[in-house]
């Protein structure tokens, strides 16, 4: 037991040594075996959750000892089997990276640990534990509990555990700040989409082919396959060619299932590339939304938000919703987003939004679930520069309620119900200059759909 013991354990411990994680994909029957990993390692965890408990009772009935000795044997060779399936997943995958290698190593100090645990709990009598076996049990256990914090948050983030913290722990643990973005238009617009859709394969967490997109060095460095982004030139960028790949293609990205960029993501992003890929312009021509072109008059501050940061952070960690800063200057507003609970975001959840109104200049409100009842709420948003409806159940009922909005200058209807007749009230918002209506009754048979205000500005 002791050599069996050593020689699987110096196996395990020798495995990143012969068979290093160099970032590049391997053979796909690597991917196959591999993602078993998730499938299976619920049973060791199981396993060695129950040992502890066992113990404590066998202290009363005296037959759960025995019980415990079985399980813990048993969950000894579930945390080899499982450690190796994730190394080939991580292997034949292409993984790297700081959360990757973490848990990595979680895996295999759990596995050694849980190895000579058993070791010492089969020299056990029947009435005496070994000197060394609840050390070794108990380091297992936190092993466990690491190991587990470091494969969610590959899984689903490093702030898995925090998001949803109340505000006074989030405050204790140091996670209560919001940090507010540098005044570009690369860390406004560009950072925030690669940050939602990229960086959860392509961050300091985890790293696919070599590529990090968590920061503008990173990105314009590209990885292993050479540079994503060829400034000038969208087409020939790799990153644009991938996101615009059918989702069937092997090569499409976002992978393993993350939700697509949206149409107007991408046209952001083109639009920045064609520009030039700058980490300093402060606005991009022809970008969606809060860009402005060069007959715009700079937008007017929108007062200080700062002593509301307190709200807002309350809201966020309640609610689920962001209000993320534009920059580092508060006058510059809040942009709302909701694409992590948009499931879960209504007319009610907006209507408590309402405190904030007059600081939030973009709202993306995509794919949630508010209805026509939420311009009654909107209203009350006067700074708002930019609305993203895509999606929602809206039917155009109450547009005309947009009306005040002075500075509204982009709305995207796309895939909603709205009708050609509940348009005609926005023929009188002179400043709204695009307005997006793919896949909606009131689409006309062009690619893009045209309403002329009486001052002849072209809405899209």
């Known amino acids: ?52 408990v066992l113990e404590l009772a066998g202290y009363y009935r005296h037959t759960l000892h025995e019980a415990a000795k079985f399980v813990l044997l048993l969950a000894v060779p579930f945390c080899f089997l499982t450690s190796v399936l994730g190394y080939m997943l991580a292997y034949g995958a292409g993984d790297t990276g700081t959360t990757v290698t973490r848990h990595m190593w979680g895996a295999i100090a759990l596995s050694v640990l849980v190895c000579w645990s058993a070791v010492f709990r089969l020299q056990s009598s029947a009435d ?5 076996y609840a ?14 914090h470091q494969g969610g948050s590959l899984t689903h983030g490093s702030d898995y555990l925090t998001r949803y913290m109340p505000l006074p722990l989030k405050r204790f643990f140091g996670h ?62 790799m990153l644009i060619v991938r996101v615009s790949l059918p989702s069937t293609d092997k090569r499409f990205m976002p992978a393993e299932g993350r939700p697509p960029l949206k149409p107007e993501e991408i046209a952001v992003l083109k639009a920045w590339i064609r520009q030039g890929a700058s980490s300093s312009d402060i606005a991009v021509s022809g970008a969606p939304a809060l860009a402005n072109t060069s007959d715009d008059a700079p937008p007017e501050p929108v007062g200080d938000y700062s002593k509301l940061m307190g709200e807002i952070e309350q809201m966020r960690y309640t609610q689920g ?49 508010v209805t026509d ?54 023929k009188t918002m002179p400043n709204l200059k695009h307005i997006y209506l793919f896949n909606t009754p009131a689409q006309p048979a062009t690619k893009t759909a045209e309403i002329h205000t009486p001052d002849g500005t072209q809405h899209e």
Not at 128 to 132: C, K, S
Not at 135 to 148: K, Q, R
Not at 390 to 402: E, R, S
């Open 321 to 369: 919703a962001k209000l993320v800063p534009v920059s580092n200057n508060p006058g510059d507003g809040l942009v709302l987003e909701t694409v992590d609970v948009a499931a879960n975001f209504g007319d009610a959840q907006l209507a408590q939004l309402a405190n904030f109104a007059s600081y939030i200049v973009e709202a993306d409100l995509d794919r949630t679930g």
């Open 1 to 52: 037991m002791l050599v069996g013991a050593a020689i699987a354990s110096a196996a395990l411990l020798l495995l990143p040594f012969m068979i290093r994680l160099d970032g590049k994909p391997h053979a796909e029957w690597l991917q196959f075996v591999g993602r078993f990993h998730p499938l299976l390692i619920h049973i060791p965890i199981g396993l060695l959750v129950l040992v502890p």
């Open 373 to 426: 009842a939420s311009f009654d709420t909107l209203s009350r948003f006067t700074r708002l520069r930019a609305l993203h409806l895509a999606g929602t159940a809206v039917t155009g009922a109450g547009l005309a309620k947009l009306a005040p909005l002075s500075e509204l200058r982009y709305l995207n209807l796309s895939e909603t119900r709205v009708t050609s007749s509940a348009l005609q009230p926005l």
């Open 135 to 148: 050390p070794l049990l108990g380091s297992a256990l936190l092993a466990l509990f690491w190991t587990a």
């Open 176 to 237: 209560a700040a919001i940090v507010p973005v540098a005044d570009s238009f690369y860390a406004r617009r560009i950072h925030p989409i690669l940050d939602a859709r990229c960086v959860g394969c392509h961050g300091e967490s985890k790293t696919q082919g070599g590529l990090h997109l968590d920061s503008y060095e990173a990105l314009m460095r590209g990885g292993k396959d050479g540079v994503v982004i060829v400034p000038g030139n969208p087409e020939k960028s």
């Open 128 to 132: 005496r534990l070994p000197r060394f």
